[in-house]
């Protein structure tokens, strides 16, 4: 079965810090890692990785890939309210085996940015 | 945006009636999924599709049915509501050029 463990699950915050948000996996037939983020509404796509060691980058957020060690860490510099929201890592196993490309979630890191 | 609707976007319904969710996507994607979040638990895959007519259950299936009758829609059925499925419900198409899943809005089901 395959498993995705999310870790802080929440983390309160001053606006300026910096927060590594790690997401460690089992899965069959990796395929990728990817982030999302959820404010109150629907998830909202961040970054894919599929291999090891290759930083994905938007602004402030950034992302890599141990495929190795089996995790990932989200780093998110400079916080700000607004990046107030839940953080979701998910793996997706390939089409072999029959998985169909699904996603299995962890239970996410509910990130508080305080001014 | 990934051009999906859900609908309904809110419903209230009592123990043991029947209740269907909707999910429209408008760019003929061949994969999409249904999910239900609950606190503590994250995103839980219910059903997902592959095709017309082609689907298969995921890791919370027991309670729910789905059909996909052409492309577009992809439809939820809970054939006798429990207070247990109380939850969000999202959908979700998974786009092949950045093989990524994109989520539709969500409805909100409460069963009272």
């Known amino acids: 079965e395959d498993k995705v463990v999310q870790s802080p699950l929440s983390l309160v915050v001053h606006e300026g810090d910096t927060v590594t948000l790690n997401c460690s996996y089992e899965v069959t037939n990796f395929r990728s890692l990817l982030w999302y983020k959820q404010e109150k509404k629907a998830p909202t796509f961040l970054f894919m990785l599929?291999?090891?060691?290759i930083e994905k980058k938007s602004g402030r957020l950034s992302s890599i890939l141990d495929k190795k060690e089996l995790f990932s860490i989200l780093n998110i510099t400079a916080t700000q309210t607004g990046d107030s929201a839940i953080y979701l890592c998910a793996v997706e196993g390939g089409y072999s085996g029959g998985s169909n490309y699904k996603l299995t979630f962890g239970k996410g890191t509910l990130l508080t940015v305080n001014p | 945006d990934a051009g999906i609707t859900q609908s309904p976007r809110h419903k209230v319904t009592e123990t043991g009636t029947p209740v269907t969710l909707r999910c429209h996507q408008t760019?003929?994607?061949?994969?999409m999924y249904w999910y239900r979040q609950d606190p503590g638990h994250g995103l839980r895959l219910i059903h997902y599709?592959?095709?017309?007519?082609?689907?298969d259950k995921g890791e919370v299936s027991d309670g729910y049915s789905v059909s996909r009758s052409k492309t577009e829609d992809f439809l939820l059925t809970l054939e006798s509501a429990t207070s247990s499925q109380t939850s969000v419900y999202f959908c979700a198409i998974r786009r092949g050029g950045t093989d990524t899943q994109y989520f539709g809005p969500g409805t909100r089901l409460t069963v009272l």
């Open positions: 599929t291999s090891s060691g």
């Open positions: 760019e003929n994607h061949r994969y």
């Open positions: 599709s592959y095709g017309v007519k082609d689907t």
